[in-house]
């Protein structure tokens, strides 16, 4: 039998354990708490990095994505046609081949790309120019009908640089034209039955000096985007959705 300071002391240790098994109820009781947030957290920080990362894929995709785009003017189509290019003297001056660059590979795209469109060869409109210096006085019915054809694509070029004006140091290329079509089988033989503007710009930066490009790079750069946007009024194509120039 235990005398009465053994039971003192049972009665004492039996408090003190139930004291301990109380603080480690609390004890755990906290963690859980604590593990309970620190896996709420967890999946907010995963979630705002999931959210961020998928609408960066999605921005991405966007900027990627291409359009189908129809002609604006399809009336070349099984027609005769010529590409007859015209600008100012001091353009011309500057930029001695611009106008047969631009009329080649204008010629050469619809050629390409129009269904049954039949182009003059660009040399042959160009010598025809050059032959016939008052040309830009004649009526536009009267040039297609000197060319032969039914179809009359006229790009007035009315902005052609490779400079700012003024800045030979840097780079700001422009090239800007009314694209301008005559039907010499129409009613109205001497007025445009379609016109618009084309302007291209490169490059798509500001601040190009003459250390980071030449002069051939900026002009080939900028006539391919030109050119590109000039043909592409006239036949069915693909282009990106936003354009980096």
Known sequence: MLNRHSTQHLALVQNHVRNDARDFTRALRAMRALCALCLVSLIATSSGCIAGAVGALGQQIERGKK???????????????????????????????????????????IRQYVKGASVLPPGQVLDWQYRTPQWRALPFGEVAKELGVERLVLIDLFEYRLNP????????????????????????????????????????????????????????GLLTLFIQRSSWLFYRHIEDKYPDY
Not at 75 to 104: R, W
Not at 183 to 210: S, W
């Open 67 to 109: 359009l189908d785009v129809p002609a604006q003017y399809d009336g070349l189509e099984e027609k005769t046609c010529a590409v007859v290019v015209m600008s100012d003297y001091a353009t011309l001056v500057e930029h001695p081949e611009v106008v047969g660059n631009i009329t080649a590979n204008v010629a050469q795209r």
């Open 165 to 220: 004006i003024g800045n030979s140091y840097l780079w700001d290329g422009t090239a800007g034209a009314h694209v301008n079509v005559i039907e010499a089988d129409g009613l109205a033989p001497d007025e445009f039955v379609y016109t618009t503007t084309v302007v291209a710009r490169f490059p798509n930066k500001e601040g190009i000096g003459r250390e980071s490009a030449t002069r051939e790079q900026i002009e080939r």
